[in-house]
């Protein structure tokens, strides 16, 4: 069966850090992270990927100062990958991106007409 969802999941890293010592945090909040993901979808810790690019937020502005953490979990054929949230616009669909491509050629065909329709500086400025 291939099943594939996306999920969206705050996970509060204070409730469990706080009684934990700071040199072992990193390796802890990303068990807690894996654990807390594994409850959510029914799928084994060991099936639980943490992309780089989350691994990295959580090492350089979570292990301090224990914010909520927001991620993405894309679940597909019994193994999820982790990522971190973002508010970016989903992705194009390859016909959206034809018409947007085909929009900027125009556009840049048209400036490309202007352009060679004005008159340069040089010819402007009177000859000494």
Known sequence: MIYVANRLLTI????????QPRRKRPMRISR???ERISQQTNIGMENIRISNELNSIILKQHLHSMK???V???VEKEKATVTPFSEKPRPQTA??????GAKTEEGQQKRNKEEATKPKPDALAPKK
């Open 12 to 19: 509060n890293i204070r409730n469990y850090l706080v009684g």
């Open 72 to 74: 993405n979990i894309n």
């Open 32 to 34: 807690y992270i894996k």
């Open 68 to 70: 909520k953490l927001k």
């Open 95 to 100: 016909a959206e991106a034809r018409k947007a």
